[in-house]
């Protein structure tokens, strides 16, 4: 997979937004291929069929789609002979754990990855038993590596990663107030 990610981002422009350039999110052997026009697709989608028959790996069709986020009506894409299924691109779709749209709109992302990091802290400083140490690494080690991945593919806004670093903090001086307090 490496080689293929690798021919994606130095062959394809991807799709841009305020600098940040995005070309493929990948997991073991999921890919999704983002470009901003159709040239860059069926080059990326070239790229992809000349790697699957070197390799030997297979699209599967009943999970491959595609999405245009674009007035124009263009033709169903066709790889290795299968028609790819068309996705609304005014919904929002969960890809790897990541809730993306074509619009880049991360309203619901950004809902979701509050939602688990406010409920891994409310879960981890639940522990009385802990000192404040443990508590910390807990959440340096539970909590925020998700964000830390969700952040590999979406630019979170400055604002509400200095909120979410505002309550991380709050809860866990409340916490330890709390630990010390059971503990003595």
């Given at each position: 997979?490496?080689?293929?990610?690798?021919?994606?981002?130095n062959?394809?422009?991807?799709?841009?937004?305020?600098?940040?350039?995005?070309?493929?999110?990948?997991?073991?052997?999921?890919?999704?291929?983002?470009?901003?026009?159709?040239?860059?697709?069926?080059?990326?989608?070239?790229?992809?069929?000349?790697?699957?028959?070197?390799?030997?790996?297979?699209?599967?069709?009943?999970?491959?789609?595609?999405?245009?986020?674009?007035?124009?009506?263009?033709?169903?894409?066709?790889?290795?002979?299968?028609?790819?299924?068309?996705?609304s691109?005014?919904l929002?779709?969960?890809?790897?754990?990541?809730?993306?749209?074509?619009?880049?709109?991360?309203?619901?992302?950004?809902?979701?990855?509050?939602?688990?990091?406010?409920?891994?802290?409310?879960?981890?400083?639940?522990?009385?038993?802990?000192?404040?140490?443990?508590?910390?690494?807990?959440?340096?080690?539970?909590?925020?590596?998700?964000?830390?991945?969700?952040?590999?593919?979406?630019?979170?806004?400055?604002?509400?990663?200095?909120?979410?670093?505002?309550?991380?903090?709050?809860?866990?001086k409340?916490?330890?107030?709390?630990?010390?307090?059971?503990?003595?």
């Amino acid at each position: 997979m490496a080689l293929l990610l690798y021919a994606l981002n130095n062959q394809c422009k991807g799709y841009s937004n305020n600098g940040y350039n995005l070309t493929t999110a990948a997991i073991v052997d999921n890919v999704a291929i983002v470009t901003d026009n159709p040239n860059d697709m069926r080059k990326a989608l070239h790229i992809l069929y000349d790697f699957s028959k070197i390799t030997g790996m297979f699209i599967n069709p009943n999970k491959s789609a595609y999405m245009w986020n674009n007035t124009t009506k263009l033709p169903t894409p066709k790889f290795n002979g299968i028609l790819f299924k068309e996705l609304s691109n005014n919904l929002t779709y969960k890809y790897l754990s990541i809730h993306i749209s074509l619009n880049l709109c991360w309203n619901e992302q950004i809902k979701q990855s509050e939602k688990s990091l406010r409920a891994s802290l409310d879960i981890i400083t639940k522990k009385f038993y802990l000192n404040p140490t443990t508590l910390v690494k807990l959440i340096n080690t539970i909590a925020f590596p998700s964000l830390g991945y969700h952040m590999q593919c979406i630019q979170f806004n400055r604002d509400w990663l200095q909120a979410m670093e505002k309550a991380t903090t709050h809860t866990l001086k409340r916490a330890c107030r709390t630990t010390l307090s059971h503990q003595s």
